[in-house]
């Protein structure tokens, strides 16, 4: 991860998911229960993984996407989640 926040008094959550991957605090979506069961039922019917939003996260960090590039996606994600 980069930086300790345990050093500054603020520790950083370390989730242990069942297939055994670990998910950071610092990674987690926020949101209200039902808004995250439904991101997180779109994923797993969707084959997401911590990998693919990590890998996503780290591509995204070199080279941002443009609005067209995220706009779809996004679009993809609410109306998927809602429906």
Do not use: H, Y
Not at 3 to 18: A, R, S, V
Not at 63 to 73: D, S, Y
């Amino acid at each position: 991860m980069g930086f300790d926040f345990g050093e500054i008094g603020n520790p950083n959550p370390c989730i242990l998911l069942d297939n055994g991957d670990i998910v950071w605090g610092c990674q987690t979506w926020w949101g209200s229960e039902e808004k995250m069961n439904k991101v997180l039922d779109w994923c797993r019917n969707n084959g997401v993984t911590i990998e693919d939003v990590r890998m996503a996260d780290e591509i995204a960090r070199v080279k941002p996407p443009t609005p067209n590039e995220v706009e779809p996606f996004s679009r993809q994600v609410a109306e998927d989640s809602n429906g």
